[in-house]
């Protein structure tokens, strides 16, 4: 044969050849054929879903033709989702980032009242600067993700919706669609393409501090929820009707953050693998069935694995048998606790499953280089690598969003008027009534006439940011006020319209003072809001050592006031002294910004008729004893208060007996401990500023004047600590005090203050720390000398005896500022944690003689 003829058969071969393998391993790593039997060895509960959102031939080859284009840069910034308080859209246009979010506290301009226009001008930026291909050669577009937890509660004038607990009460599978409609096309009216929700947690333990984010302790009302939350929010994405006006879902936390020991958040859950699916699956069987296109991962572990480093959870379990071909987002640094990782360096989780990094602060930088070392020198494959690449790929090409025009020139965007419409307020304020329980109406108190004088008391009456919760505007929500909810009605305003219009009086005092005597008194009361970590709890008992509320109830029993309890909560708390001093009580959980809608339940109308009645049951049960923590439906020895389904109606005639309000020792999970300060400052302390002008107080968690400046800043989880400093102006005091005294005679001489602390900066002059009784009270103590010897830059307990202060027992009945820190000079410390206790073990003692 003639060799110039076998060089070219033999060439023509190798082409062949090289091709075939070439578009072999091009193809994305999902649609490999998985190892059946790695598979046989998952137990068959775990079902393998059809997903409603199918397949398309055309979308998956379009993924490859894009796969095949990219570099492995451009590859690497679809898997890094920064967050835009670290960003600019200069970094977008240079790095062509895969999606980006605004954290619970960010705000385009960094401004908490940002209007619409605002948010729409920072989305089309973006979306432009990852258009543009001069810098990164890719033109693919960015998604922007928020978390929109009970409507879309990061802007101003947003309609927001009852916390999910209250959703769950009111058991509507239909009002659950409906918000999720409302609540995407809110979202898409800001530019933002991608949501994160739905939570569908089984909170199993009520000292947990997300609890809220959980319809239930049900796992089957959470089943039937997130179907139809997934319907509402995202139908069938591109292939909807009105794809203008949906919005990615996202199903999390996958998976067991619910049933964490001891209800501690981002802690351990130990249950059985057959618990964990039968107790905190449900909910991603129905959701990815109904075509749910991202899941969050976890920040708990399962059985000390954490779950963002879970291979055989988010691959085997979620991807390979569940068959799920969307994206694992992580959660907020969550992949930073895996086992050998930290935030700007974790090929471990990428390679466990997880698809897409969250990543907060100024690590996406370093995270971004050391992945994409870690993927050229082989650590990550270049199939994990195409894999998750093509997943995110996938839900753009599938949400349309290739397709869709800029920002600014959708249907939706920028319209402010689409913004807590009148019909969207309408379905909030439905919401509102039907998540509303009755658990106590003696004498069928309610509803009551409007035609009489009616007092409204307690510090939730008037005070839409606690009736919200937090997630509203701000992460904590701790800093809110009614100006910041434009539209929108306290709880005290809503009967206050009704009694009025119905010829009846109103008078408003937060402490129950009154000029004409009341006819009956409503007190609204209840939990501050929290959010996360910062709501964790030692104990379910309602305030369990300043019984404030409680004494407002007492006194306007004393007046022989018939007395309705309106109990603000996240949680099913142990309120039976509260309930014993309560005529009528209804739990009527975080409402949101629709508090008129407890006036339509409570209050008959201008006629004197019943308008609408209680309709709202349990999904969690009420605790009998401070104990009951983890008091759950179909547990063993089930002994409720009141037990899960249960709820009054106006016409039910049933009478409560006195509960019993005894507390045992073995029922308190913390003896001798007092808590000041604990991720955040627990009711009713708060942080005030004392110099030669007079006391201000702190309403923010980022402050600053000329004297001092206070940041909360991230320890163990996000915004777990403060950061104060003293900036050397003037004398000037930081103080931790409350409107009320309080009694710490319990802890007398024997106890100590004891704080968690960070010393960032020696001082450059005296510092001292008194406790103050109403004026002043004891001795002042310097500490100079004892800060000098705690190490800088590294976190140190500290206990400080109390007996230093030398208090007489008087002084200690009348405590109003257990923690007074005195300079003028420059000084900067943080701390996480603040109490009064007898236990000083692993810390360091400071001395005062």
């Not at 979202?187 to 991608?194: A, K, Q, R, S």
């Not at 409503?522 to 404030?548: C, H």
């Not at 106890?751 to 968690?756: D, L, R």
Request: aromatic fraction near 10%; proline fraction near 4%.
């Amino acid at each position: 044969m003639n060799y110039k003829y076998k060089f070219w058969v033999f060439f023509a071969v190798f082409i062949t050849v090289f091709s075939l393998l070439f578009y072999v391993y091009s193809q994305p790593v999902v649609d490999e054929k998985v190892d059946e039997q790695e598979l046989s060895s998952i137990p068959k509960y775990w079902p393998k879903i059809e997903s409603k959102i199918a397949k398309d031939d055309a979308i998956e080859k379009r993924i490859t033709d894009i796969l095949a284009s990219m570099t492995v840069e451009q590859k690497v910034a679809q898997i890094i989702q920064p967050e835009i308080k670290s960003i600019t859209v200069d970094d977008m246009r240079k790095y062509g980032f895969g999606s980006y979010l605004n954290g619970a506290s960010s705000f385009p301009l960094n401004n908490k009242e940002a209007e619409v226009q605002d948010w729409v001008n920072y989305s089309q930026a973006m979306f432009e600067a990852a258009k543009d291909d001069t810098l990164d050669g890719s033109t693919i577009p960015t998604m922007w993700a928020t978390d929109a937890m009970h409507g879309h509660a990061k802007i101003r004038g947003a309609t927001v919706f009852p916390h999910n607990i209250g959703l769950g009460a009111a058991n509507n599978i239909k009002l659950i669609e409906e918000i999720a409609k409302v609540t995407a096309i809110e979202v898409n009216v800001t530019g933002i393409d991608w949501v994160f929700a739905p939570t569908v947690t089984a909170p199993r333990n009520d000292r947990w501090g997300r609890t809220y984010e959980g319809y239930s302790e049900d796992p089957e009302i959470i089943s039937t929820y997130a179907k139809a939350f997934i319907k509402g929010m995202q139908g069938e994405l591109a292939n909807d009707e009105n794809p203008g006006s949906k919005s990615i879902a996202t199903l999390k936390h996958f998976i067991g953050d619910g049933g964490t020991q001891f209800g501690v958040d981002q802690g351990d859950n130990l249950d059985t693998e057959s618990e964990l699916f039968k107790k905190h699956a449900q909910g991603y069987v129905t959701g990815l069935k109904a075509g749910a296109q991202t899941v969050m991962a976890s920040f708990n572990s399962w059985h000390g694995k954490k779950n963002h480093g879970n291979e055989y959870l988010l691959t085997k379990v979620l991807k390979e048998r569940m068959g799920f071909d969307g994206v694992v987002v992580g959660d907020w640094n969550g992949h930073g606790q895996v086992k050998g990782c930290t935030n700007d360096n974790c090929p471990q989780a990428f390679n466990a499953g997880l698809d897409v990094y969250m990543v907060a602060g100024d690590s996406w930088k370093p995270l971004y280089q050391n992945t994409l070392e870690q993927v050229n020198s082989g650590i990550i494959t270049q199939k994990r690598l195409d894999d998750a690449v093509s997943r995110m790929l996938r839900i753009k090409l599938r949400s349309g969003l290739f397709e869709k025009k800029a920002p600014i020139e959708r249907s939706l965007v920028n319209q402010p008027e689409l913004l807590g419409t009148d019909s969207h307020r309408k379905l909030a304020r439905q919401a509102v009534r039907e998540s509303l329980v009755l658990l106590k109406n003696n004498n069928q108190l309610l509803p009551l006439s409007a035609n009489q004088h009616i007092l409204v008391a307690g510090d939730a009456a008037d005070n839409i940011g606690k009736q919200s919760g937090a997630w509203t505007i701000s992460w904590q929500s701790a800093d809110n006020k009614n100006s910041d909810f434009p539209n929108a009605t306290s709880i005290y305003k809503g009967i206050a319209e009704q009694v009025k219009a119905a010829g009846g009086s109103v008078e408003l005092d937060i402490n129950g003072n009154y000029n004409q005597k009341p006819d009956v008194a409503i007190v609204v009361f209840g939990e501050e809001a929290y959010a996360e970590g910062v709501g964790d709890r030692d104990s379910i008992e309602y305030q369990p050592s300043y019984k404030k509320d409680l004494a407002l109830l007492k006194k306007l029993k004393a007046d022989n006031i018939p007395v309705v309890s309106i109990f603000i909560s996240g949680r099913p708390m142990w309120v039976n002294p509260e309930l014993n001093q309560s005529d009528a009580f209804v739990a009527a959980w975080l409402p949101g910004s629709e508090g008129e809608g407890i006036a339509d339940v409570i209050l008959r109308d201008v006629d004197d008729n019943a308008q609408f009645d209680f309709t709202g049951k349990l999904s969690f049960s009420w605790p009998k004893t401070v104990a009951q923590t983890d008091l759950n439906y179909g547990d063993d020895n089930y002994a409720p208060l009141f037990e899960y389904g249960y709820g009054l109606t106006h016409s039910d005639n049933t009478r409560l007996n006195s509960f019993d309000e005894t507390v045992s020792l073995n029922d308190k999970a913390v003896k001798g401990k007092f808590v000041l300060f604990d991720k955040n400052f627990i009711a009713p302390w708060y942080p005030t500023i004392v110099n030669q002008e007079g006391t201000s107080q702190i309403d923010s968690n980022q402050f600053e004047n000329n004297l001092i400046r206070m940041e909360a800043i991230d320890k163990n989880i996000q915004e777990d600590a403060r950061k104060l400093s003293f900036l050397g102006v003037e004398n000037v005091a930081y103080s931790i005090t409350t409107a009320e005294p309080v009694d710490l005679s319990m802890y007398a001489q024997s106890s100590y203050v004891n704080i968690n602390v960070l010393i960032n900066s020696k001082p450059s002059d005296a510092v001292f720390m008194k406790l103050s009784c109403n004026e002043s009270c004891g001795k002042i103590v310097e500490l100079t000398k004892s800060i000098a010897a705690i190490p800088t830059n590294q976190w140190t307990d500290i206990a400080i005896p109390l007996h230093c202060f030398d208090l007489s027992e008087d002084e200690l009945l009348q405590v109003n500022s257990p923690v007074v820190i005195e300079t003028k000079g420059e000084f900067s410390f943080s701390f996480s944690s603040i109490s009064i206790e007898s236990s000083i073990k692993k810390r360091k003692f400071i001395r005062c003689d």
